[in-house]
């Protein structure tokens, strides 16, 4: 995964247009409101929640967790950021129409590039990639999921209590998708509604009990106090407003 990124990626930042980056060639020149409805696909992207149990599991205390968490959080956003840069930089705001037209799925961004990559090599390195990062991410997601249903279920952690969490983690996904092979991305913005309940309310809310309830009983805190706990939840109501207006057609939509 790792090579094929750095290998597609490199051979597009060296075409990168600034032109082309900053859209000073095209009619559209506003592009802030498209980011209500970004909101919800990018909270499921980079939602970790469901993840903190199992990392807490895992190292055996909070503040590794944490800064694990915070790592793993930075390099993923770094690397997204160097991929915007090398779409956004070589294909033109206009071109993206056909790939919004067939759900965002990697084929049709491949045959929209078909204009700027010449090399097949680069071509067939970035398809590698976007088939990996999917990989990576339906197995971070079961990561998290795989220990709840574990609980959820009263699966004991032995060898055949683990083999039925796998099978009930990981066997539905499997058959929807392939049963639906392009329906990722539609997907996860759907899944952006939920994101908010279990990603940003329930968590809040758990902190402010619990700080309700061990008051002054000290262990980790996570900082920002009451007002951090408000910001979050204000947020995660905030987009499921954007992503029930979406879904209704009423806010911006980019078509290319």
């Known amino acids: 995964m ?17 032109s082309v980056l900053f859209d000073t ?24 929640h469901h993840s903190v149990s199992s990392m807490r599991a895992y190292y055996g205390e909070e503040t590794k ?12 956003l770094s690397l997204y950021f160097l991929w915007l840069f090398s779409i956004f930089g070589n294909l033109p705001r206009a071109n993206f129409g056909p790939v919004i037209e067939q759900g965002g799925n990697v084929d049709a961004l491949l045959k929209a590039l078909g204009s700027v990559i010449e090399s097949e090599q680069v071509a ?26 574990a609980d959820f279920f009263k699966f004991s952690d032995d060898k055949s209590g683990r083999t039925k ?50 008051a002054g009983a000290g262990g980790f805190t996570a900082p920002g106090g009451n007002a951090m706990i408000s910001v979050v939840i204000g947020f995660g109501v905030l987009t499921a407003i954007f992503h029930v207006l979406s879904m209704l057609g009423m806010l911006p939509n980019f078509t290319g």
């Open 165 to 214: 969490t796998w099978l009930v983690t990981f066997f539905p996904p499997l058959v929807l998708s392939l049963l639906f092979p392009f329906g990722f991305v539609i997907a996860i913005g759907y899944a952006g509604a939920a994101a908010t309940v279990w990603a940003c309310i329930i968590p809040a809310l758990l902190a402010r009990k619990t700080r309700q309830v061990h």
């Open 2 to 18: 790792i090579l094929s990124f750095v290998f597609g990626v490199s051979g597009l930042a060296v075409k990168v247009d600034m």
């Open 124 to 149: 067939n390195a970035i398809n590698t990639f976007s088939m990996a990062a999917i990989l990576s991410s339906f197995i971070g997601v079961g990561l998290g999921v795989f220990d709840f249903l």
């Open 25 to 48: 060639i095209g009619e559209e020149n506003a592009y802030a409101p498209y980011a209500m409805a970004m909101l919800p696909v990018a909270l499921t992207s980079f939602g970790y």
């Open 65 to 76: 967790a944490k800064y694990a968490i915070l790592g793993g959080t930075v390099i993923a």
